[in-house]
Nanobody, 114 residues
Framework: QVQLVESGGGLVQPGGSLRLSCAAS????????MSWYRQAPGKERERVGIITATSGNTNYADSVKGRFTISRDNAKNTVYLQMNSLKPEDTAVYYCAVQTRGYWGQGTQVTVSS
């Protein structure tokens, strides 16, 4: 049974940081690129970034480039999203996903507000 379980969301002030985690199980984690998406109220889902399976190469949306960093630990079957210099417009539900297989987590809420 495939599971992607995000954690680490919460309320943070503008300029603050959060680190999201996504624990994977039920598939060969190290074989797949992992993505982070987000969806704000009333907006379409947006891909935040992606990390390749083994080389760890990353690509980010322009809106988060230079502020967010994706990493992975294949030994722990976990992918991370480090978010720095957070802005109110980063408020959204954040999801991890294996887009090529249609695997999605349940999401974790991130709220950036003073």
């Amino acid at each position: 049974q495939v599971q992607l379980v995000e954690s680490g969301g919460g309320l943070v002030q503008p300029g603050g940081s959060l680190r999201l985690s996504c624990a994977a199980s039920g598939f060969t984690f190290s074989s797949y690129a992992m993505s982070w998406y987000r969806q704000a109220p009333g907006k379409e889902r947006e891909r935040v970034g992606i990390i390749t399976a083994t080389s760890g190469n990353t690509n980010y949306a322009d809106s988060v480039k230079g502020r967010f960093t994706i990493s992975r630990d294949n030994a722990k079957n976990t992918v991370y999203l480090q978010m720095n210099s957070l802005k109110p417009e980063d408020t959204a539900v954040y999801y991890c996903a294996v887009q090529t297989r249609g695997y999605w987590g349940q999401g974790t809420q991130v709220t950036v507000s003073s």
